[in-house]
């Protein structure tokens, strides 16, 4: 066990907050908790087509719910600040130099018409799929002779190409890697943006982490990261790679068949006390086998050591169950309180009103008319069904529609709002050759139950990004039942 114990979790702000990322910086601030250390935040934002600032808020936001505190982030500075990698850009480049200087990297010069044309005869061929060495070879004095005169290129690790390379992991022990299989990485991109294996390695040894714990989708990635340390001289730290989270059919989870939005959990009213409590049981037991506890009873039983390997299932009907023992905990005040705390908000309510003021005449009206705000899932009667059909198509092109709807233009809106949500609807329209006409009924009533309801973009912004993706997703599992 390292003298000081640092651990971290370096969320990608590129999209909604995943429970994998809960998962993982529940078990990083346990083992900082447990030994006295630090828990650090950073943002890995490298990616500069797909980061963006609302999903970071969206990170803090969702941790913060959840009642996880970070020691060091971007939010509460820190000793070894920055904590965003968009802002350390110099830091990886300087370090890219060194390794270059050192014979461990080297410039790569190759085209990207090269590549993938590499690419396909190995696919044709059935080889190996991966970088094939050609600008490895390059005499160095001719390699800083073409970087000077500017032409463009990225820096690669030089990976070892015989033998075995052997890494030690907390839960698996030493795991071997056949170094033919692993290609030479890049470590900065033509850009002069950093890969993640470059920022990831770098940030880890500068802020001291002594204890890398992360998702076993990593695993992969290990022996590239432990050549980094052999190739600067630095000290591993202790690795220690989480089984992933499973469907019920054991395929690794993923919002196809789950939620996996920390923001629906909240919006739908599982309690925090309630989802830390079950992802602390995905791999994890008490030393008494109890399957309830707080997040500080599991601090202080808590041992790295002991996490189960597997695929634990990450099952909506065991958490169910468990967040109904939280609310049936509460008293009727405290419950009063939580239902006022989201879903009975004065801000929720008072975004709901004004879709509603117009088109009510007695008070009890409004539950009626804007029962669907406040409700998780809507019932399609016979007539909502046959209005969930677009105009002049079937019931399975309609369902393909939704589909992509919601992949493409849906998914990835980083701050959605009445604009943005009828910006995506008519981009679909735009792409796919169809009218609004077409389009703007079906999903109405995918999202309302109802055909007539406030307008669409502003019900839309009010029911939140969580909960129209739960419908309309749910309305083309409907439709693909349909007969024409």
């Known amino acids: 066990m390292p003298d000081v114990v640092r651990t971290r979790i370096a969320p990608s702000p590129t999209g909604d907050p995943h429970v ?60 070894h600040a920055p904590y965003r990698q968009s802002e350390r850009s ?43 060495g050609h600008c490895r070879g390059l005499d160095p004095t001719v390699a800083r002779r073409r970087v000077a005169a500017g032409e463009e290129h990225v820096i690669r690790l030089k990976m070892p190409t015989e033998g075995s390379l052997e890494v030690a992991d907390l839960l698996r022990g030493a795991v071997r890697f056949d170094a033919a299989q692993i290609d030479d990485q890049v470590l900065l991109k033509s850009d002069g943006f950093p890969t993640y294996h470059l920022a990831n390695v770098v940030d880890d040894h500068l802020m001291g982490i002594s204890h890398v714990i992360r998702a076993e989708e990593w695993l992969s990635s290990l022996p590239k990261h432990a050549q980094l340390y052999r190739a600067f001289g630095w000290e591993q730290p202790v690795f220690c790679h989480l089984p992933l989270l499973r469907n019920a059919d054991s395929s690794k989870i993923s919002k196809r068949k789950n939620p996996v939005s920390l923001n629906h959990y909240r919006r739908a009213g599982y309690l925090p006390e309630a989802m830390l409590n079950y992802l602390a049981l995905m791999g994890w037991t008490m030393p008494d086998e109890r399957e309830v506890f707080t997040l500080n009873e599991f601090v202080a039983n808590f041992s790295l050591g002991d996490i189960r390997l597997g695929g634990p299932v990450f099952d909506l009907t065991k958490l169910g169950w468990l967040n109904g023992r939280y609310i049936r905990e509460l008293s009727a005040e405290a419950l009063l309180g939580r239902l006022r705390g989201d879903l009975l908000s004065d801000d929720y309510l008072l975004k709901v009103l004004p879709l509603a003021h117009e088109r009510i005449d007695v008070l009890e009206d409004f539950i009626a008319y804007a029962g669907f705000f406040f409700t998780g899932e809507v019932a399609w009667d016979d007539a909502a069904r046959t209005a969930l059909v677009a105009k002049d198509r079937t019931p399975a092109e309609t369902a393909k529609a939704f589909r992509v709807l919601l992949e493409e233009h849906l998914d990835p809106i980083p701050e959605w709002s009445a604009e943005s949500v009828e910006a995506a609807l008519r981009a679909f329209c735009e792409k796919a050759g169809w009218t609004a006409k077409q389009l703007f009924m079906p999903v109405r009533v995918a999202v309302t139950g109802r055909a007539a309801t406030p307008p669409l973009f502003d019900t839309m912004a009010v029911l939140g990004k969580e909960v129209c993706r739960r419908r309309v997703r749910a309305a083309a599992d409907l439709l693909r039942t349909m007969k024409v």
């Open 20 to 79: 994998g990322t809960a998962y993982v910086a529940l078990f990083n601030y346990a083992m900082a908790r447990k030994h006295g250390g630090q828990f650090v935040l950073r943002i890995e934002d490298t990616d500069r087509q797909r980061s963006h600032p609302a999903s970071e808020r969206m990170i803090f936001e969702a941790l913060h719910w959840l009642g996880l505190t970070w020691d060091e982030g971007p939010d509460v500075g820190g000793p």
């Open 90 to 132: 110099e830091v990886y480049r300087d370090h890219a130099r060194q390794l270059v200087d050192r014979g461990a990297a080297y410039p790569c010069f190759c085209s990207r018409e090269r590549l993938d044309a590499l690419r396909e005869e190995q696919r044709l061929s059935k080889g190996q799929l991966g970088y094939d």
